[in-house]
């Protein structure tokens, strides 16, 4: 993207083309796909990566309305001038889109799409240049990572999950030992009978916690192409919390969830959501090793759902707040950590069209806030 002093090239910052280069090369040198359109939304130029991926003859996309030369979601449902690029032209700002389109050989890629605005002299807009860029690559690289960021938190909860199991497994063994007991004596009683009862209720309780607890796992292990749904983010966060539970128990943590009831539920993909709690929970339980508060909220705010997680440990060394989103940037030690956590966690919500923010509480630690839209453009593009 080009802020506002690119726009209009400084001529005393600009040197000429060489004779024997001129724009048009230099355009198709590049390996973005490039469409220039005007004001009236007609393409102007295009280079030839663009030609290439969307399977036209130059002759044929100069000339043609944008909504002709590439399938637009907004003009197919009747919202044409709300797209990206005409919010270009009107606000006169940058504008970045991700959409998934089918290229010329009939394969769906995934697009990562600036809009930059062309300004003149009066500051209106003339043209619009839209850059292309196929993340198709990089958007499956951050897949694996992210599976692989997943099943390393999964290795963490293994104490924590491992006690879920072994509590209800006790249970039935207590409870196939009573039936044995009561088999030998042969519940020739109306007593017997409703004992044995008792028991294969009890039995079947405790097996449906186990059942519980490795669903939650199995959901949390999905990988991220599993098709986005309607997730509900108070069910995500409370199944999170169950499964840090006993770790919380072991180090003195008190938890507080203040979540709002009826909050609707969000467009996505239901693993990376759960991911992401992982991964905000995760982090503040490690971050108060000798007790202390986790305090979840949830919220609706017009079209969008905000979520905060507040610890009460030591809280991010200023120098470091904005590194922690970088990936393998980590301050735990060896061992403990990979630095892929919340470089995953903004990479999901970025993609979901949200935002994710982080800030110190003077004497409460840190806070993470994320809001996420209900209906997230991320399950539009599948």
Same mark, same amino acid.
């Given at each position: ?137 990089? %958007? ?67 097996? %449906?916690?186990?059942?519980? %607890? ?169």
């Amino acid at each position: 993207m080009i802020d506002s002093s690119a726009r209009r090239p400084d001529p005393a910052r600009t040197l000429p083309l060489p004779p024997s280069l001129d724009l048009p090369a230099v355009m198709d040198s590049l390996s973005d796909a490039i469409v220039v359109v005007d004001r009236a939304r007609r393409v102007v130029a295009a280079n030839r990566r663009y030609l290439e991926v969307f399977g036209a003859g130059r002759e044929h996309v100069v000339g043609l309305l944008c909504d002709d030369a590439v399938a637009c979601p907004e003009a197919a449902a009747g919202q044409l001038g709300r797209c990206p690029a005409c919010r270009a032209r009107d606000l006169r700002t940058p504008q970045r889109e991700i959409r998934v389109l089918p290229d010329a050989g009939g394969g769906t890629r995934r697009w990562e799409i600036t809009f930059n605005p062309i300004l003149d002299a009066d500051e209106v807009t003339t043209h619009v240049v839209e850059v292309w860029r196929d993340i198709s690559e990089r %958007t499956a690289l951050e897949a694996q990572l992210s599976h692989s960021e997943r099943l390393a938190s999964i290795g963490m909860l293994a104490a924590g999950v491992g006690h879920e199991i072994n509590n209800p497994l006790a249970s039935l063994m207590a409870s196939v030992e009573s039936l044995e007991r009561l088999l030998k004596r042969g519940m020739s009683t109306d007593a017997d009978r409703a004992e044995a009862l008792e028991i294969v209720q009890l039995a079947e309780r405790e097996v %449906t916690r186990c059942r519980e %607890t490795t669903d939650k796992l199995v959901l949390l292990a999905q990988p991220y192409s599993v098709a986005p749904i309607w997730v509900d983010f108070n069910r995500a966060v409370l199944d999170t919390a169950s499964l840090l539970r006993h770790q919380m128990n072991k180090q003195g943590i008190e938890w507080r969830a203040e979540l709002e009831v009826g909050l609707p539920r969000v467009w996505a993909r239901e693993s990376g959501i759960r991911g992401v709690c992982l991964n905000l929970m995760m982090n503040a339980v490690q971050a108060m090793p000798t007790g202390g508060v986790l305090r979840v909220s949830t919220r609706l705010d017009g079209r969008t759902a905000e979520m905060r997680v507040e610890d009460t440990g030591p809280g991010i060394p200023p120098e470091h707040l904005q590194r922690i989103w970088d990936p393998f940037f980590t301050t735990k030690p060896a061992g403990q950590g990979t630095g892929l956590g919340l470089f995953v966690t903004q990479s999901i919500v970025h993609r979901n069209g949200g935002t994710i923010r982080v800030e110190n509480v003077p004497g409460r630690g840190a806070r993470f806030t994320l809001r996420l839209p209900l209906d997230s453009t991320e399950g539009n593009t599948t």
